[in-house]
């Protein structure tokens, strides 16, 4: 049976699922994807499991680790399950900043992506993404609608940058300090909802990486699970896994403290 996690806020179950009934909602960095491969493979665990919407088997977070897993031959993977239409979860979005250099090649990125900047002043709820440069505002002329067109386009945008060294600094989009930095580079993305990333998951259609930042409550890290339960049946991995959790001690980390050098604006739940 599935490990229920006590005293959390929403309720959550680990458990391991098979990857053919999980649906990714965003493409991977094929170069960050790799290293964490080699990583998970010579330690011979997974640090933390996935978060996983019970209902549709959308993968909210953890894309990485679940191709990581498919590279290395593995067919299941540890799961944290979520109702995803539980109101205390909530979807926001990362800022893409990226150095001044940056600057350069956006026009051709866009030119090859058949996208168009434009000089309008952004407006709340304008379905396109925001291009700050050097201080000043555009738009990216792509709307979220139809979105296949825009996953496309945008993620050839953000591929290009990244081919030429643009790797970008995540920042969360309620972190508003960003904008004071002189001559960056950034882009924000359109904020996606719930139905959407179902709806687009489950047709076989991902975003760019890092298009959505999923808030939720209760988060279980440093699970540490050793990569031969993986071997076994998901009956019998299942309860490995349960066991292996019940001789542990949970201890929970208040939202906005540090864990492994990262401030989080959740709870999190260790196994110690």
Not at 98 to 110: F, H, K, L
Not at 221 to 232: A, D, I, M, R, T
Not at 240 to 266: K, N, Q
Request: include cysteine; charge should be negative.
């Amino acid at each position: 049976m599935p490990y229920e996690i006590p005293n959390t806020a929403i309720d959550i179950e680990l458990a391991v699922e098979s990857l053919d009934r999980l649906y990714l909602h965003e493409h991977v960095v094929t170069e960050h994807q790799e290293r964490l491969a080699s990583a998970i493979e010579t330690d011979g665990t997974l640090l933390d499991p996935i978060i996983i919407d019970r209902t549709s088997g959308v993968v909210l977070d953890g894309m990485h680790r679940l191709t990581s897993l498919a590279q290395l031959g593995y067919t299941s993977i540890p799961t944290a399950r979520v109702e995803y239409d539980d109101p205390q979860i909530a979807v926001e979005r990362w800022v893409k900043l990226y150095d001044a250099t940056a600057s350069t090649v956006i026009s051709t990125a866009c030119d090859t992506a058949g996208i168009d900047i434009i000089e309008a002043p952004p407006t709340e709820g304008d379905p396109r993404p925001e291009l700050y440069l050097s201080g000043d505002r555009y738009l990216i002329d792509v709307p979220l609608n139809p979105t296949a067109t825009y996953c496309d386009r945008m993620h050839t945008l953000f591929s290009m940058l990244l081919d030429r060294g643009h790797d970008p600094t995540l920042i969360a989009d309620s972190n508003l300090e960003w904008t004071g930095v002189a001559d960056a580079v950034a882009i924000v993305q359109p904020v996606i909802d719930k139905e959407l990333v179902v709806a687009t998951a489950t047709r076989g259609i991902r975003f760019p990486p890092n298009t959505s930042r999923h808030i939720i409550p209760t988060r279980p890290v440093g699970v540490n699970v050793p990569l031969k339960f993986l071997s076994e049946d998901h009956e019998t991995a299942d309860q490995l896994l349960t066991d292996f959790l019940l001789d542990r001690t949970i201890r929970a980390i208040d939202r906005g403290d540090v864990h492994d050098g990262r401030v989080y604006d959740e709870t999190l739940i260790t196994f110690e």
